[in-house]
């Protein structure tokens, strides 16, 4: 079975610090990957996903994620974060071809002004 | 996300009581989902819909049934609701399977159920 694990449950950084939110998966075939925000209240948006190709994965507001798939990871990443990045961040994995996704538990973002 | 409506967005409930949430999508997707969201434990696969008349169990579909009968709509029942069933629901809709290259799954902005 597909499981998904966020080792990082609250991280709090202050702001224009750089950010990487691990995620690791554990599946032996072809996978797709996202990450998804949800912000105080609301509901979750997609961020980016990884299907094929170039591994170095951009997503919108500026976050990024590299699929190391030796390592069966899908880390997050952004240079700079805003206090407006205080968020509740998770990722998710779908082997191709299934039909749901599978998410990790979350990691809570605080970002301080 | 005004694709995706959940009602109601709050509820309380007695334990043992019955109720349904209602989950409507306007983008003619195929793939329905129904979540729970609990602290410490991320997003759970309750039941989920490929079409319309199929219905399927996720990770956690004790204590639920759901019904699809129109392709726009996804209902999940609590039938004797449990403390144990206080969450955040979410629905979702996406056109492709979760793995297909295309595919983008849109969530509902949540209900609140709280069992006493």
């Known amino acids: 079975a597909q499981s998904v694990s966020q080792h990082n449950h609250h991280v709090i950084l202050s702001e224009a610090a750089s950010l990487e939110l691990g995620c690791n998966y554990s599946?032996?075939?072809?996978?797709?990957l996202f990450w998804y925000v949800q912000y105080p209240g609301q509901h979750l948006q997609l961020l980016l996903k990884?299907?094929?190709?170039?591994?170095l994965v951009k997503g919108i507001k500026g976050f990024e994620a590299e699929f190391i798939k030796s390592k069966f990871s899908f880390n997050l990443r952004k240079p700079s974060v805003q206090w407006s990045d205080t968020a509740e961040y998770f990722c998710?994995?779908?082997?191709?071809?299934?039909?749901?996704?599978?998410f990790g538990t979350g990691t809570r973002l605080l970002v301080s002004p | 996300n005004a694709g995706v409506t959940q009602t109601p967005k709050f509820r309380v409930l007695k334990t043992g009581q019955s109720m349904t949430l209602l989950c409507a999508q306007d983008?003619?997707?195929?793939?329905m989902y129904w979540y729970r969201q609990d602290p410490g434990m991320g997003l759970r696969l309750i039941h989920y819909?490929?079409?319309?008349?199929?219905?399927a169990k996720g990770e956690v579909p004790d204590g639920y049934n759901v019904s699809r009968l129109k392709k726009q709509n996804f209902l999940l029942g609590l039938e004797s609701a449990a403390p144990s069933q206080t969450s955040v629901y979410f629905c979702?809709?996406?056109?492709?399977?979760?793995?297909?290259?295309?595919?983008?799954?849109?969530f509902g902005e949540g209900s609140w159920l709280t069992v006493v």
């Open positions: 979702a809709s996406s056109t492709h399977p979760g793995g297909h290259s295309g595919n983008t799954i849109y």
């Open positions: 599946y032996g075939g072809t996978v797709n």
């Open positions: 990884y299907f094929s190709g170039d591994p």
């Open positions: 998710a994995v779908c082997s191709t071809g299934f039909q749901k996704l599978v």
């Open positions: 983008m003619n997707h195929e793939y």
């Open positions: 819909s490929v079409g319309e008349g199929t219905t």
